[in-house]
């Protein structure tokens, strides 16, 4: 019986398998080889332009796109080939880990700071006698194991809150308004007085909240578990006069909180729906207009540009929370992107890397595309004419020549990556409702310890 | 004849055997070695002993992936198999339009994880954000919604092997089965369920293997959120490996804990079946 | 009894067509969502795209520059169509052999090849991304020698399965008649072979035209992308995942699965039943 069956099947498969082999086999993939082959094979004419070969592990994926374009332009100019590839999200530490394994290892990669660097530093070429290390205009966008240069920042950025003036304008001239100028918008209080009242309005203004949806995906929580997280640390780090903490004490945590609350509180969604929001969901809805407030960075910029809010209507304030001193509080300003390059790579690699490096802060094209495509604020001295048509990097230097102090990046001493992840996921609990804030202050002060010292157990 | 042929060994089993060698008995062999060391690549390996293992047994969230693993793989097995009995059943009662129906439920098997992943993420999303939820509020959500979309995956797969066993019952023995006197239910009782037993075991079987490795449609789905809560063993393994540094020796040894596991489950298996065939 | 089991096959019908809709609903939802603008797609899932909703072939483009959408697509079809036809060579090479002589080395063969089937991929994840790369297969060519040893343990196992029900016989008249035992396999053995050549060949295909995992370990992704790999990497870094490129990525990846599925129907699904009884 079931022999027959066998072999009835055996008949139809026959043919079938003869026409699968005939159509699937050979002729298919033969066509579709040929362009691939030629395009390694033109590739390889290129290579013949230099010595060296330039892979470049990039960080920012906002400008992948831009960087591309730019080592096309390089490797046209010079013949030296330039790769360019950019990791996904939250993925670099990982991709740049198996990277390094391979073969051909990225000549040239990122560190977001003093903790990245720990992890890479037998990978760091010294750059003290490179000339992009000459260009540099301070040694505060370095970083550095005594006298060796390990790592030079490429970007300085900016971050805080972003606000729509045209939005905030109608609120201060409402009849109830509680504040009646940007001016006196200089402390928590005020912000919360400004945000309590839009969101009591919000029919009125034509928006769905004061802030945008503070997006928990783990795509986005930087926004919350490293932005925000900064301030605490930094008034804690401030009041005890120090730069970095193997033990943070949370001082400041009960003033995170508010914050927190207050972006939850007065949102476009209901806190229930924020673990699948993104950064992508609320720059929409900061650039249709249906909130008031957006922390984010001058690098948003790019996605919430050629929408419904003009240029002109784009401004930033600082971030309170309700810190002694406050209304005196700049914006956050610092970097995360240092280039290294690394050591392992050939001497020939080594050199086409530097010059690239040399070509893209020196030459008018690179400048350029830096300034003007990628809109980056640079620490380098041969950018002065190249300052980027950004409202918001306009905005950071209102404050700066207002004599504000600004706030630093202390979340690049945040002990590892798996301490933020432990804090967004306790402040998405908190925010959801199925968790509590003991759980966050767990995270922040007890696990910051513990992260510390495995980081630091070799 | 058998001498002839031996000759041959390097035509007809060398290109396989290099083959397995290189991609799989090297690493598997290499993979329990660095289980017990720490490293960052596989060159700067250091031995120290069983120090990875106890750190993965120390793991909370090891703990909470193996079980939640466990209560999906059970939910889905039972789940799928049902309905995909349910459906050959019904689907070989001769009614218009079975082959139609056939071919629609098992089209889902075909689409890769990832983007079935991201289908039932829309969808699922668009449902729950009526009662202001989504998927990743909570591990609850993230569960059921894995197991929905396994369940829209396997049962048209599933079905397809009950109907070929149902159809593999002897007509004789039904209708002696019905000139006996029995009914509906004692038919199947009796009659189908033994004899489509081989199926069940094969069913069981490949629905308990895919429960435990499931791995793409979770990265898709949830992507383990909130907290790592809604993140199956494979994921916890990868996430160790590779989102951790320093960690990778630790992840080495969960997947060699995830492999005895998978073993011990294999076996029962095994047994199992073994005892059904020597009963028929 | 003629009459009810009439009526009831009526009702059996309606119920399954109101199921089958149903069924293909989520794959409709995709298609629809494809022509929406990417901001509105995730907050109005189920609304038709109308107005200033529509966009038109512009996600379908976007995702396509994006993804690289027809390379991927190209390779994946390269990877898995020659790691198919390797694998049904040369396992059922294997097998043939391993079941006519009997030495503690093919005994030895046979036993691996069933534990490879029980041992997870990550077991092997990270070991193999290194191997590969050490020894330069991290491109589609090196992947189909990695899908011939990594499908060896289920492949072997079914031929061998097969190659027993084969009588003897036939292969030894053949080898009087002259023929090496190269011709004798595959004038004689492998013809009457076929049937499991389809089952194992289907359900490998399967298997490799979705994974992701594998691939995307293994391969250099700076060169080579397969399908699952482009979608997975649309999930760019930032909070920015492309709603609109995702939803034309996901059509594209699915449209051709389908046709190739209502084409070969019949013998996938009799080449899954078949792999099930040998499994």
Known sequence: MKFKKVFAMLMTATMLTSMLAGCGGSTENEDKETPKKESSEAKGDKEKGGDGKVYYLNFKPEQADQWVELAKTYTDETGVEVEVQTAAAGTYESTLKSEMAKDEPPTLFQVNGPVGLASWKDYCYDLSDSQIYKDVSSDDYVLKDGDAVQGIAYVIETYGLIYNKALLNKYFELPDAEIKSIDELNNFEALKKVADGIQKNKDELGVSGAFTSAGMDASSDWRFKTHLANLPVYYEYKEDGITSSEAIKGTYLENFKNVWDLYLKDSTCEPSMISSKTGEDAASEFALGEAVFYQNGTWAYNDIKDMEVADEDMGMLPIYIGAEGEENQGLCTGSENYWCVNKKASEEDIQATLDFLTWVVESDEGRDMLANEMGFITPFKTFDEYLPENPLVKANDEYAKAGKTPVSWNFTTMPSEEWKNKVGSAMLEYAQGTGEWDAVKAAFVDGWASEYEAAHAE | MEKSIKKYFPVFVLPTMLAFVLGFIAPFALGIYLSFCKFTTVTDARWVGFQNYLKAFQDTEFYHALWYTVLFTAVSVILINVLAFTVAMLLTKGIKGTNLFRTVFFMPNLIGGIILGYIWQLLLNGVLAQYGKTLTFSSTYGFWGLVILVCWQQVGYMMIIYISGIQNIPGELIEAAKIDGANARQLLRHVTLPMVMPSITICTFLTLTNGFKLFDQNLALTNGAPSNMSELIAMNIYRTFYGRPGYEGVGQAKAVIFFVLVGIIALVQNRLTRTKEVQQ | ?279
């Open chain 3, 1 to 279: 009894m003629k009459a009810r089991k009439a009526k009831h096959g009526w009702l059996l019908t309606l119920i399954f067509s109101v199921i089958s809709v149903l069924y293909m609903y989520p794959i409709v939802l995709v298609f629809i969502n494809s022509f929406k603008k990417k901001a509105y797609i995730s907050r109005y899932p189920f609304k038709i795209p109308k107005g200033n909703m529509f966009v038109g072939w512009e996600n379908y483009i976007r995702g396509l520059e994006k993804t690289g959408f027809f390379d991927a697509f190209l390779w994946t079809l390269f990877i898995t169509v020659c790691s198919v036809a390797l694998i049904v060579v040369c396992c059922s090479m294997c097998a043939w052999y391993i079941s006519r002589v009997k030495t503690l080395s093919t005994k030895i063969i046979y036993v691996l090849c069933l534990f490879a089937m029980v041992v997870p991929f990550q077991m092997e994840m990270y070991t193999l991304s290194k191997i590969a790369n050490m020894l330069k297969l991290d491109n589609p060519w090196g992947l189909i020698i990695i899908y011939l040893g990594f499908g060896a343990g289920l492949a072997v196992f079914m031929f061998t399965g097969f190659v027993k029900a084969i009588p003897i016989e036939i292969e030894e008249a053949s080898m009087i008649d002259g023929c090496t035992p190269l011709q004798c396999y595959f004038k004689v053995v492998f013809p009457i072979m076929k049937p499991t050549c389809i089952t194992v060949a289907i359900l490998d295909a399967m298997w490799i035209w979705n994974d992701y995992l594998l691939p995307v370990l293994v391969l250099d992704t700076k060169k080579y992308k397969t399908i699952s790999i482009a979608i997975q990497y649309l999930k760019g870094g930032y909070g920015s995942i492309d709603m609109g490129a995702m939803m034309g990525v996901l059509v594209l990846s699915i449209i051709p699965i389908i046709v190739f599925y209502l084409f070969c129907q019949r013998y996938i699904i009799e080449g899954v039943a078949a792999g099930a009884v040998k499994g």
